[in-house]
């Protein structure tokens, strides 16, 4: 076996996780899907001929942690190797063998050196669209969410299917948008493909495997080391969580036993007739992010990465859903593995763990302009961070997926609806000695002359973002009209001059709040974070005339309530 | 004809280029920075340099300044205390801001805090709706009343006026900043509309604010130079050098001095583009590492690429995302934390990794001997022999190779069980891995092919690493210029004055006429108008650019067209769709959509005559002096893994036709270029040195 020592292995190692970045990038600039632009819904990774993955780009969603292997493994099995020639494109879109709902493509090319087999390139991207209902919550099967690709060769030596190209643009909403983006997966893996074989000739490596062990081999090691300063021992924890008629329960099993880890999601709720049923994949890449983070955040995603984390859940819950459960929305049941596993973490991790984030919301618009052009939109809007020790929460920052603010301008030319206010959501952070992100109130008018239908998917409206190691919750996410409360996962109605108020609800706190420095709390005050009487409530400050804390008076007040 | 001089302030030098516009002789000078008083620097080594060079003042026709007092006053936050009025209901905007992680994976991560706390604004009644219309009249006794409690309640010095929908119709902004303008003469008041007016509120009215935060600083600062440069007898023009690669009047820097942030390293990326229009490489990488950061520009056609967005002061690592951002023009860079500062440890991973993390000047380098005891760069570059100890700097500051030798056993060596040679390779491979990564990463955002293209390199660092970089890129040439570590003080001589705005003004091409078209354009080529012929130039002498961001209608991707020069607007307008599409398939490579198209942006460029450097350039006079006679040194190639005997040779006695061959050092006084073992490289007619890779 050839050796590398740590510095040729530190070159080589950044340069495949840079080629198959350069593959990200030249996949975000040929691509229509807004996903894709702007939030990084894909993942392009480079494996060995023996399909280990040796590298990821840097710039994926946690969803994509660590799931290529299987989805290769899978199309390995259907188009074994020696089928495989120059020129073939393999791809499925398979839920249970991609990365969980129909809209993610995954597309793979085999890399050859003159007619030898060196490795294979993979790219996955949420296409614009894919037929059928969607992301409707409405559905109750996954054969109503679109089209459903097997394992398949969408081009086989160098010559485009045609059947199947033509199979989806018959199929989809946007045909345009949804070959191109297939077309700019498709080109991408020739970029990677290139990059991979110059790569090769520039080290004069004739395969890949040496080096890919070495790497994985390296990655493991240090996962081993990190995961080994962890407390032994068995973490647990259960959470609640919004569902479509009644709660859902999460529940986790940790055991860290020397360097290894293993996950077991037993005593999780069953499956649900709606869209937010999670394959499997889904959950093995959320935990492998989770354990990421707490271990060592900057490590590139690869096999070594992960070899010591196990991950199993039972056959009926709804974290291993099984087909035909529908799973277009995977992700709203999903990013809650988040929570769920940081804090059944929060006893062995304390230093390390980030309490209760406050998940995105997301709601659809649907109407007519003055004019009568069709409104079609969606609007996202972040909740509160998380605290860790030692660091607050930032207000409004989305977790554990990522989005792009959608400015007010931009939103009300899109729509001709108007945005009356965005506002910090002062006392909506949890209290602890590091706060809570805080939320955001923010009110639209129906401006556009015509009833409006907001489709509201919204979390954390029943159950809040918790606080940690005696951190306070964050506050609930509300939605609000004349007359009252909106059900989070309800339809808004909203007549020509009708407003509707929501609240994003708060990140958890981290620690005890009475211990929070003055300091703080006073720029909580003077930034909008805190109210004086939040700051008396929550954190036991007397806050004078003139909105700055009195230190003695505050003191006094601490130490009663200690007392208690 | 007389002279013009290039001023050029640099963290540790300012310098100054000369340049007699009649005989095209060039000279340059150095000076030592005055961080306490940067100004002085300037006006001392303006002295000192004419008086060298025996040139009156008199005769001095322009001076161009480049100067990082903007950048700095954002990244250390000295500007003035800066106070905010904001449409009601919007006062959080800064801090809700892109509601975006840069990092997914780190979750400490820290975002930089907008230049005006939240205690500092104010909401006003007022609004528009996005086609511009009045929902609310503006509260101008309200606007004013908020203004008097921030000055005299809370010591403001300047004030952002930022309303939405500003872009669209400007009538708000502007009553309120005369309203408060009149009640307050003392202020600096800046609207977000004529900083940029630009579509997003949070990206307009962040860099409304930082436009506004260092108006009085730049204002005392260029009250001073002017005063200074009048009181030795200077009768010429002044103008400051933007980060757009065009040059303003001191004026318009007053009114818009968000425009001068990294100025420097764009008077660098435009002489690296007249660089390859002298040697007939439209295509080039322009590449300049100095002590903390490492820069590129893409240069395509012979000019830069520019870009309308740029983000300054990053806090965490220099990551992008954790910045302030603003809309400005700029040409577009790279910028990533590698340089000869750069620390080298062993990171999480348990392996090398260098930078971003800088030893700055002070302590510096461990071989500096000031007390820094961390591995950087430099110590690496001295370890292989890539430096040589007694002439850094021109034989001004002395290197100590074992207290290098000892920071790379300690920092990198020892931990990952190499011998300090291989570590010292290791640091310096790394950091051509980082740039050439940059490079290629950047080129596949844009679509850009450089394999056929040159490298100019440039800065103290740069030349020592470029040869490597550019075999990891194939490129096939590399041009280490003369003067290259005052690259950015001889681009100040290349620039034009120039002016270039944009307008956000969404519009269906189906629904457009050509009176529309016109009008579209019409408010930026006033502006540009008005703000080039207060500087004296108009007529034939403006050169007029006009471009638009087309997208299809729904789509979140905006491609850039230009309207060919002088095109009548109904022609015009028949020719856009067929543009649209040539720019959408150079991005996108895709067949046309039968979707409608519409225009985003409006954008106009203005700029005066090119300063005829090009023609007159030669190789820059550094002062005469006799050749240096170096002795042979040993340095490290890793091909033939040893240190080998390598001769250094005195770039400023290299003549043009003089043939270099490799292993070399090319020793000048801010730089020293390296030729590995079988490299070539030869002078040309100006004075550079140009290196051919043949391939493989």
Same mark, same amino acid.
């Given at each position: 076996?050839?050796?590398?020592?740590?510095?040729?292995?530190?070159?080589?190692?950044?340069?495949?996780?840079?080629?198959?970045?350069?593959?990200?990038?030249?996949?975000?600039?040929?691509?229509?899907?807004?996903?894709?632009?702007?939030?990084?819904?894909?993942?392009?990774?480079?494996?060995?001929?023996?399909?280990?993955?040796?590298?990821?780009?840097?710039?994926?969603?946690?969803?994509?942690?660590?799931?290529?292997?299987?989805?290769?493994?899978?199309?390995?099995?259907?188009?074994?190797?020696?089928?495989?020639?120059?020129?073939?494109?393999?791809?499925?879109?398979?839920?249970?063998?991609?990365?969980?709902?129909?809209?993610?493509?995954?597309?793979?090319?085999?890399?050859?050196?003159?007619?030898?087999?060196?490795?294979?390139?993979?790219?996955?991207?949420?296409?614009?669209?894919?037929?059928?209902?969607?992301?409707?919550?409405?559905?109750?099967?996954?054969?109503?969410?679109?089209?459903?690709?097997?394992?398949?060769?969408?081009?086989?030596?160098?010559?485009?299917?045609?059947?199947?190209?033509?199979?989806?643009?018959?199929?989809?909403?946007?045909?345009?948008?949804?070959?191109?983006?297939?077309?700019?997966?498709?080109?991408?893996?020739?970029?990677?493909?290139?990059?991979?074989?110059?790569?090769?000739?520039?080290?004069?490596?004739?395969?890949?495997?040496?080096?890919?062990?070495?790497?994985?081999?390296?990655?493991?090691?240090?996962?081993?080391?990190?995961?080994?300063?962890?407390?032994?021992?068995?973490?647990?924890?259960?959470?609640?969580?919004?569902?479509?008629?009644?709660?859902?329960?999460?529940?986790?099993?940790?055991?860290?036993?020397?360097?290894?880890?293993?996950?077991?999601?037993?005593?999780?709720?069953?499956?649900?007739?709606?869209?937010?049923?999670?394959?499997?994949?889904?959950?093995?890449?959320?935990?492998?992010?989770?354990?990421?983070?707490?271990?060592?955040?900057?490590?590139?995603?690869?096999?070594?990465?992960?070899?010591?984390?196990?991950?199993?859940?039972?056959?009926?819950?709804?974290?291993?859903?099984?087909?035909?459960?529908?799973?277009?929305?995977?992700?709203?049941?999903?990013?809650?593995?988040?929570?769920?596993?940081?804090?059944?973490?929060?006893?062995?991790?304390?230093?390390?763990? /980030?309490?209760?984030?406050?998940?995105?919301?997301?709601?659809?618009?649907?109407?007519?302009?003055?004019?009568?052009?069709?409104?079609?939109?969606?609007?996202?809007?972040?909740?509160?961070?998380?605290?860790?020790?030692?660091?607050?929460?930032?207000?409004?920052?989305?977790?554990?997926?990522?989005?792009?603010?959608?400015?007010?301008?931009?939103?009300?030319?899109?729509?001709?609806?108007?945005?009356?206010?965005?506002?910090?959501?002062?006392?909506?952070?949890?209290?602890?000695?590091?706060?809570?992100?805080?939320?955001?109130?923010?009110?639209?008018?129906?401006?556009?002359?015509?009833?409006?239908?907001?489709?509201?998917?919204?979390?954390?409206?029943?159950?809040?973002?918790?606080?940690?190691?005696?951190?306070?919750?964050?506050?609930?996410?509300?939605?609000?009209?004349?007359?009252?409360?909106?059900?989070?996962?309800?339809?808004?109605?909203?007549?020509?001059?009708?407003?509707?108020?929501?609240?994003?609800?708060?990140?958890?706190?981290?620690?005890?709040?009475? /211990?929070?420095?003055?300091?703080?709390?006073?720029?909580?005050?003077?930034?909008?974070?805190?109210?004086?009487?939040?700051?008396?409530?929550?954190?036991?400050?007397?806050?004078?005339?003139?909105?700055?804390?009195?230190?003695?008076?505050?003191?006094?007040?601490?130490?009663?309530?200690?007392?208690? | 004809?007389?002279?013009?001089?290039?001023?050029?302030?640099?963290?540790?030098?300012?310098?100054?280029?000369?340049?007699?516009?009649?005989?095209?002789?060039?000279?340059?000078?150095?000076?030592?920075?005055?961080?306490?008083?940067?100004?002085?620097?300037?006006?001392?080594?303006?002295?000192?340099?004419?008086?060298?060079?025996?040139?009156?003042?008199?005769?001095?026709?322009?001076?161009?300044?480049?100067?990082?007092?903007?950048?700095?006053?954002? !990244?250390?936050?000295?500007?003035?205390?800066?106070?905010?009025?904001?449409?009601?209901?919007?006062?959080?905007?800064?801090?809700?801001?892109?509601?975006?992680?840069?990092?997914?994976?780190?979750?400490?991560?820290?975002?930089?805090?907008?230049?005006?706390?939240?205690?500092?604004?104010?909401?006003?009644?007022?609004?528009?709706?996005?086609?511009?219309?009045?929902?609310?009249?503006?509260?101008?006794?309200?606007?004013?009343?908020?203004?008097?409690?921030?000055?005299?309640?809370?010591? !403001?010095?300047?004030?952002?006026?930022?309303?939405?929908?500003?872009?669209?119709?400007?009538?708000?902004?502007?009553?309120?900043?005369?309203?408060?303008?009149?009640?307050?003469?003392?202020?600096?008041?800046?609207?977000?509309?004529?900083?940029?007016?630009?579509?997003?509120?949070?990206?307009?009215?962040?860099?409304?604010?930082?436009?506004?935060?260092?108006?009085?600083?730049?204002?005392?600062?260029?009250?001073?130079? =002017?005063?200074?440069?009048?009181?030795?007898?200077?009768?010429?023009?002044?103008?400051?050098?933007?980060?757009?690669?065009?040059?303003?009047?001191?004026?318009?820097?007053?009114?818009?001095?968000?425009? $001068?942030?990294?100025?420097?390293?764009?008077?660098?990326?435009?002489?690296?583009?007249?660089?390859?229009?002298?040697?007939?490489?439209?295509?080039?990488?322009?590449?300049?590492?100095?002590?903390?950061?490492?820069?590129?520009?893409?240069?395509?056609?012979?000019?830069?690429?520019?870009?309308?967005?740029?983000?300054?002061?990053?806090?965490?690592?220099?990551?992008?995302?954790?910045?302030?951002?603003?809309?400005?023009?700029?040409?577009?860079?790279?910028?990533?934390?590698?340089?000869?500062?750069?620390?080298?440890?062993?990171?999480?991973?348990?392996?090398?990794?260098?930078?971003?993390?800088?030893?700055?000047?002070?302590?510096?380098?461990?071989?500096?001997?000031?007390?820094?005891?961390?591995?950087?760069?430099?110590?690496?570059?001295?370890?292989?022999?890539?430096?040589?100890? =007694?002439?850094?700097?021109?034989?001004?500051?002395?290197?100590?190779?074992?207290?290098?030798?000892?920071?790379?056993?300690?920092?990198?060596?020892?931990?990952?069980?190499?011998?300090?040679?291989?570590?010292?390779?290791?640091?310096?491979?790394?950091?051509?891995?980082?740039?050439?990564?940059?490079?290629?990463?950047?080129?596949?955002?844009?679509?850009?092919?450089?394999?056929?293209?040159?490298?100019?390199?440039?800065?103290?660092?740069?030349?020592?690493?470029?040869?490597?970089?550019?075999?990891?890129?194939?490129?096939?040439?590399?041009?280490?210029?003369?003067?290259?570590?005052?690259?950015?003080? !001889?681009? $100040?001589?290349?620039?034009?004055?120039?002016?270039?705005?944009?307008?956000?003004?969404?519009?269906?091409?189906?629904?457009?006429?050509?009176?529309?078209?016109?009008?579209?354009?019409?408010?930026? $080529?006033?502006?540009?108008?008005?703000?080039?012929?207060?500087?004296?130039?108009?007529?034939?002498?403006?050169?007029?650019?006009?471009?638009?961001?087309?997208?299809?209608?729904?789509?979140?991707?905006?491609?850039?067209? =230009?309207?060919?020069?002088? $095109?009548?607007?109904?022609?015009?307008?028949?020719?856009?769709?067929?543009?649209?599409?040539?720019?959408?398939?150079?991005?996108?490579?895709?067949?046309?959509?039968?979707?409608? !198209?519409?225009?985003?942006?409006?954008?106009?460029?203005?700029?005066?005559?090119?300063?005829?450097?090009?023609?007159?350039?030669?190789?820059?006079?550094?002062?005469?002096?006799?050749?240096?006679?170096?002795?042979?040194?040993?340095?490290?190639?890793?091909?033939?893994?040893?240190?080998?005997?390598?001769?250094?040779?005195?770039?400023?006695?290299?003549?043009?036709?003089?043939?270099?061959?490799?292993?070399?050092?090319?020793?000048?006084?801010?730089?020293?270029?390296?030729?590995?073992?079988?490299?070539?490289?030869?002078?040309?007619?100006?004075?550079?040195?140009?290196? =051919?890779?043949?391939?493989?």
């Amino acid at each position: 076996m050839q050796r590398f020592d740590p510095i040729s292995l530190k070159i080589l190692w950044d340069r495949l996780v840079s080629i198959a970045d350069e593959v990200v990038l030249s996949l975000v600039r040929t691509s229509f899907s807004i996903n894709v632009r702007e939030g990084y819904d894909l993942s392009c990774i480079l494996f060995d001929h023996r399909g280990r993955m040796i590298a990821q780009g840097n710039y994926s969603v946690p969803s994509f942690t660590g799931t290529a292997p299987q989805t290769l493994a899978h199309m390995l099995r259907d188009c074994p190797p020696e089928t495989l020639s120059p020129g073939d494109i393999v791809m499925t879109n398979d839920p249970w063998m991609g990365t969980g709902h129909l809209f993610d493509i995954n597309v793979m090319r085999p890399v050859f050196r003159g007619d030898r087999l060196v490795g294979y390139t993979m790219s996955v991207t949420h296409l614009p669209d894919i037929g059928g209902a969607g992301m409707s919550s409405t559905c109750t099967e996954v054969y109503q969410e679109g089209l459903r690709f097997p394992v398949c060769k969408l081009a086989e030596k160098a010559r485009m299917n045609q059947m199947i190209l033509d199979l989806v643009r018959m199929n989809v909403r946007v045909p345009e948008q949804v070959i191109g983006d297939i077309m700019a997966n498709v080109s991408c893996n020739e970029v990677g493909g290139r990059a991979l074989l110059e790569f090769m000739d520039e080290y004069g490596l004739e395969e890949l495997s040496g080096l890919s062990d070495a790497i994985n081999d390296h990655a493991a090691a240090a996962m081993r080391e990190e995961i080994a300063t962890i407390p032994d021992g068995v973490y647990e924890n259960a959470i609640q969580i919004e569902g479509i008629e009644a709660p859902i329960e999460l529940a986790a099993r940790i055991e860290v036993r020397g360097p290894d880890i293993a996950i077991d999601f037993t005593g999780t709720g069953g499956p649900v007739r709606a869209s937010i049923n999670v394959p499997f994949c889904y959950t093995q890449a959320q935990s492998y992010y989770v354990v990421k983070c707490l271990t060592i955040p900057s490590l590139p995603n690869n096999e070594g990465a992960v070899r010591h984390i196990a991950v199993t859940a039972p056959e009926d819950c709804i974290l291993n859903a099984q087909p035909p459960w529908p799973t277009g929305g995977r992700h709203s049941v999903g990013h809650f593995i988040v929570p769920l596993l940081m804090g059944a973490m929060e006893q062995a991790l304390p230093e390390r763990v /980030q309490a209760d984030v406050s998940m995105m919301n997301v709601f659809s618009v649907k109407g007519h302009h003055r004019d009568g052009e069709e409104i079609s939109s969606l609007f996202f809007l972040a909740g509160g961070f998380g605290a860790l020790s030692g660091i607050d929460g930032r207000a409004v920052t989305p977790a554990p997926s990522n989005m792009t603010v959608v400015p007010t301008e931009i939103w009300e030319n899109l729509t001709s609806m108007t945005v009356e206010k965005r506002e910090i959501l002062a006392d909506s952070g949890g209290p602890g000695t590091w706060r809570g992100g805080s939320g955001q109130e923010t009110v639209f008018r129906n401006d556009t002359g015509n009833l409006l239908d907001l489709a509201l998917m919204g979390q954390r409206t029943e159950f809040p973002a918790r606080g940690f190691a005696g951190g306070g919750d964050g506050a609930l996410r509300r939605y609000l009209r004349e007359g009252g409360e909106v059900d989070g996962k309800g339809r808004i109605l909203l007549a020509p001059g009708d407003s509707v108020v929501m609240h994003e609800a708060g990140g958890g706190g981290f620690g005890d709040p009475l /211990q929070r420095d003055l300091v703080e709390v006073q720029r909580d005050l003077d930034d909008g974070h805190v109210t004086a009487a939040g700051a008396t409530r929550d954190y036991g400050c007397v806050v004078g005339a003139a909105g700055v804390i009195d230190a003695a008076a505050t003191h006094d007040l601490r130490a009663s309530r200690a007392g208690k | 004809m007389g002279y013009r001089l290039g001023v050029d302030i640099g963290g540790t030098f300012t310098d100054f280029a000369l340049i007699d516009d009649e005989s095209g002789r060039l000279t340059v000078y150095k000076q030592l920075t005055t961080p306490d008083d940067p100004a002085r620097a300037v006006l001392e080594g303006l002295q000192a340099m004419l008086a060298r060079d025996s040139v009156d003042i008199a005769r001095l026709t322009s001076v161009i300044h480049g100067t990082t007092l903007v950048t700095n006053a954002v !990244i250390e936050r000295k500007g003035a205390p800066t106070g905010m009025l904001v449409s009601r209901g919007f006062r959080d905007v800064l801090d809700i801001a892109m509601e975006r992680r840069y990092d997914l994976f780190d979750l400490r991560l820290v975002f930089a805090e907008p230049v005006v706390p939240r205690a500092l604004r104010r909401e006003v009644s007022e609004r528009r709706a996005f086609d511009g219309t009045v929902m609310e009249l503006l509260d101008t006794e309200g606007a004013v009343a908020a203004a008097r409690d921030l000055v005299e309640n809370r010591g !403001i010095e300047a004030l952002a006026i930022c309303f939405l929908h500003s872009y669209a119709d400007d009538s708000h902004e502007v009553a309120a900043r005369d309203a408060v303008r009149a009640a307050f003469p003392d202020l600096f008041v800046t609207a977000s509309s004529e900083v940029l007016p630009f579509m997003r509120e949070y990206e307009r009215w962040s860099t409304t604010t930082v436009n506004a935060y260092v108006q009085p600083l730049t204002n005392l600062y260029l009250s001073h130079l =002017e005063a200074g440069l009048a009181g030795l007898g200077f009768q010429g023009s002044f103008l400051i050098m933007t980060s757009s690669g065009g040059t303003v009047t001191a004026d318009t820097a007053r009114r818009f001095p968000v425009r $001068l942030i990294e100025s420097g390293p764009a008077a660098g990326a435009l002489m690296a583009a007249l660089l390859g229009e002298m040697l007939a490489e439209p295509e080039l990488l322009s590449f300049d590492m100095g002590g903390t950061t490492a820069k590129g520009a893409l240069i395509r056609d012979g000019a830069p690429l520019r870009k309308y967005e740029l983000e300054v002061a990053r806090v965490h690592d220099f990551k992008a995302g954790s910045g302030v951002p603003l809309r400005i023009p700029v040409i577009d860079m790279i910028e990533i934390g590698a340089g000869g500062g750069s620390i080298a440890h062993v990171d999480e991973r348990r392996l090398l990794a260098v930078g971003p993390r800088s030893a700055g000047a002070d302590p510096g380098p461990a071989c500096y001997g000031r007390g820094g005891a961390a591995a950087t760069l430099t110590d690496a570059n001295l370890a292989l022999g890539y430096l040589v100890p =007694e002439q850094f700097l021109g034989g001004r500051m002395a290197l100590d190779p074992a207290a290098a030798e000892r920071a790379l056993d300690d920092g990198v060596g020892g931990p990952l069980e190499v011998a300090s040679t291989r570590a010292a390779w290791g640091i310096h491979e790394v950091i051509n891995e980082d740039v050439a990564r940059a490079f290629r990463e950047h080129a596949s955002e844009i679509g850009f092919d450089y394999r056929q293209s040159a490298m100019v390199a440039f800065g103290g660092s740069g030349p020592m690493h470029a040869l490597r970089i550019a075999r990891k890129l194939r490129i096939p040439k590399v041009v280490f210029p003369a003067g290259a570590g005052v690259m950015s003080a !001889i681009g $100040l001589l290349a620039t034009p004055l120039s002016f270039a705005s944009l307008r956000s003004a969404p519009a269906r091409l189906a629904r457009l006429d050509a009176n529309a078209l016109t009008a579209g354009f019409a408010p930026l $080529l006033d502006q540009a108008r008005a703000q080039l012929g207060a500087a004296g130039i108009a007529g034939d002498a403006l050169v007029l650019t006009r471009r638009l961001d087309m997208r299809y209608v729904g789509q979140g991707y905006e491609v850039e067209v =230009e309207l060919p020069e002088a $095109l009548a607007a109904d022609a015009a307008l028949a020719r856009l769709p067929a543009l649209f599409q040539t720019a959408y398939e150079a991005v996108f490579a895709t067949s046309f959509l039968e979707n409608e !198209i519409e225009i985003v942006n409006w954008k106009v460029e203005a700029r005066g005559p090119l300063p005829d450097l090009a023609r007159n350039y030669r190789q820059p006079d550094i002062g005469a002096r006799a050749a240096q006679d170096y002795p042979n040194t040993t340095v490290y190639f890793p091909e033939r893994d040893e240190h080998l005997a390598c001769p250094v040779l005195d770039r400023y006695a290299l003549a043009p036709g003089a043939e270099v061959e490799g292993p070399a050092l090319i020793q000048e006084d801010e730089s020293t270029s390296v030729l590995g073992p079988g490299e070539r490289a030869t002078v040309d007619a100006y004075g550079n040195l140009i290196a =051919e890779l043949a391939e493989g």
